[in-house]
């Protein structure tokens, strides 16, 4: 039996690759063939075609992101998370096949079958992490630039104009730039289709700029979405002039609405909360910043990859956004370091208690916790979560306390330990890696300690 599935994740990093490796492989050992279409962060991989829809019996989506299903039209389709593909593969494909006779309309509608169980992320959080996977690559690519001209130029690159450091510092600028915009533009396109680009995009750049920031953002790609498709509900125009929707009507009103509400609804008490939340975390040292550490520590191993674990990090990313250092988005770093990292050392120092598979797996998470790719540990903790979500979050907040106890601070939101030797990226570099040994430490040992021995 033959099965087509799409998966995509919002950093386009991790969870889309694991869910279109479980689902092959739990497909090759079910005697099934599986197409699986990747949309991570390079784009559509393997991208599905028309011979393989006509002769695919279903369509499996696990994608934590908007996706285009207009194409599925006439075939019965189950939506899941990243997560419930990589936790239950072969399920999945039971599910497909015992709806494929039943649930496939004779109309040119796409007929979804809903996973049994937890369903779907749908609403508000799928439309929030559909925004941030479209900006992170802004996120990742400027800070980045920005660290390079640094280590070419020294820390005074800036004012070296025309020079290859201060060139590349602006690029990293200008990618810093477009991220808030592209944040709301992103989170109305998945509430409202192309026609929400626009008024979420000039909403973001308004936020970006009269100081109420990410926050500023969010708010407005969500506005900017519903108030499109209210447009498109209310307003009607004769069959002569629908063409002026898409080109003139949707796009001028939509937009002098957001301009409205940013000016003189959303933007003034966005901006007091912003100036609000930056004194609080400016005013905090010693304890209270160990403390902001640990609790961002802990949110970062919660859920590997989630929604708390990215809430998290893009509150890190945010504080990063000016080009200047950031002891938040360093705590945030290190912390998502710690539970790949945690496990794998686990796997060597407790053997017995793993799996042969598990070992090999544990092996990889070394790259991935180096790589500050968390999404590593999600096996480990899917098979054991009691054990391990515990674990892990231990090692992580005390990784988050350490950094931010001792003010380490970072100027770029991802890379990992790759970046730490280009010069100017980390201050406080010692307690830095002292905060990742010793979180990958306490987490291997918690967790070795225990977790119960393999049954024979």
């Not at 869910?19 to 090759?28: F, G, N, S």
């Not at 004779?106 to 992490?129: A, D």
């Not at 939340?277 to 209270?288: D, F, H, P, R």
Request: net charge positive.
């Amino acid at each position: 039996m033959k099965f087509v599935a799409i998966t995509s994740c919002p950093t386009g990093i991790a969870h889309t690759y694991m869910a279109a490796e479980a689902l092959q492989v739990a497909a090759k050992e079910m005697g099934h063939e599986i197409k699986v279409e990747t949309q991570g962060s390079v784009g559509a991989e393997n991208v599905l075609t028309q011979d393989d829809l006509a002769q695919a019996k279903a369509v499996i989506i696990a994608a934590d992101t908007s996706i285009d299903k207009s194409r599925f039209a006439g075939m019965a389709m189950i939506e899941v998370s990243t997560k419930d593909a990589i936790k239950d593969a072969k399920g999945l494909l039971t599910r497909a096949a015992n709806a494929q006779a039943s649930s496939i309309s004779p109309s040119n509608e796409v007929s979804q079958v809903k996973p049994q169980g937890k369903e779907s992320k749908t609403g508000v959080y799928k439309h929030l992490m559909t925004g941030v996977s479209f900006m992170i690559p802004f996120v990742v690519a400027g800070g980045l630039l920005i660290a390079l001209g640094f280590a070419i130029g020294g820390i005074y690159v800036f004012k070296v104009p025309g020079s290859l450091g201060e060139t590349l510092f602006s690029a990293g600028k200008a990618a810093f730039a477009l991220m808030i915009p592209i944040l709301g533009a992103y989170i109305s396109f998945s509430i409202a289709d192309r026609p929400g680009i626009v008024p979420g995009m000039i909403g973001g750049y308004i936020a970006a700029n009269n100081g109420s920031g990410f926050l500023g953002a969010m708010v407005a790609g969500f506005a900017a979405g519903y108030i499109v498709l209210g447009i498109k509900k209310y307003v009607k125009l004769p069959k002569s002039l629908q063409g002026l929707m898409p080109v003139l009507i949707i796009p001028v009103l939509s937009t002098a609405i957001m301009g409205l509400l940013m000016v003189y609804v959303i933007g003034k008490p966005m901006t007091l909360f912003n100036t609000t939340l930056a004194a609080w975390l400016t005013s905090l040292s010693g304890t209270n910043a160990a403390l902001l550490g640990i609790i961002l520590g802990a949110m970062m191993a919660f859920d590997m990859g989630g929604p708390v674990n990215k809430a998290a990090y893009t509150f890190g990313a945010a504080t990063v956004a000016s080009g200047k250092p950031s002891a938040i988005m360093a705590a945030v770093m290190i912390a998502g370091m710690v539970p790949p990292l945690g496990i794998a050392l686990s796997t060597v120092i407790a053997k017995k208690k793993y799996t042969l598979e598990e070992r090999e797996a544990g092996k990889a998470n070394w790259a991935l916790g180096l790589s500050f790719i968390t999404e590593g540990a999600i096996p480990f903790a899917a098979a054991d979560p009691l054990r391990v979500i515990p674990s892990i979050m231990v090692g992580s907040a005390l990784a988050g306390g350490i950094s931010m106890a001792f003010g380490s601070t970072i100027i770029v939101p991802h890379g990992g330990i790759w970046v730490l030797a280009i010069p100017h990226v980390v201050i406080n570099l010692v307690p830095y890696i002292v905060a990742l040994v010793a979180g990958t430490l306490v987490s291997a040992l918690i967790l070795s300690a225990i977790k119960k021995p393999v049954e024979k």
